[in-house]
């Protein structure tokens, strides 16, 4: 199968460690560990992680969230039914435990 962003497995990867190193903080700031970095730091990066989540989810785009334009595509429909709302659900739960 050919894809058209030739990178496609290195950004892959660097979005799961992205988001791996997101669970690591979201769960060192929840049990209150020691991480080396100020909870102020940390609390500011999870909010604004939230912010950026559920901007993906609510601003009027063409292609991604609940209000896209092109909604005729397979990725469009699962987009509508998965994505965007698990974006809302993460992004609210980021800000909660950034908040706490």
Same mark, same amino acid.
């Not at 940390?42 to 969230?65: C, E, H, K, Q, S």
């Not at 998965?82 to 609210?92: H, K, T």
């Given at each position: ?11 892959? #990867? ?10 690591? +903080? ?5 049990? !209150? ?7 102020? +730091?940390?609390?500011?990066?999870? &909010? ?5 989540? &559920? ?10 969230? #609940?209000?896209?334009? +092109? !909604? ?21 739960? +980021? ?6």
């Amino acid at each position: 199968m050919s894809h058209r962003l030739k990178l496609w497995r290195p950004a892959a #990867f660097g979005i799961g460690l992205a988001l791996l190193v997101l669970g690591f +903080l979201v769960i060192a700031r929840a049990l !209150r560990w020691g991480t080396g970095f100020p909870a102020a +730091l940390i609390d500011y990066g999870l &909010i604004g992680t939230g912010a950026v989540f &559920i901007a993906r989810a609510l601003v009027p785009n063409r292609y991604v969230g #609940f209000f896209k334009t +092109l !909604r005729t595509t397979r990725w469009a429909r699962w987009d509508t039914r998965l994505y965007s709302p698990l974006f809302l659900i993460l992004g609210i739960a +980021l800000i909660a435990v950034g908040h706490s």
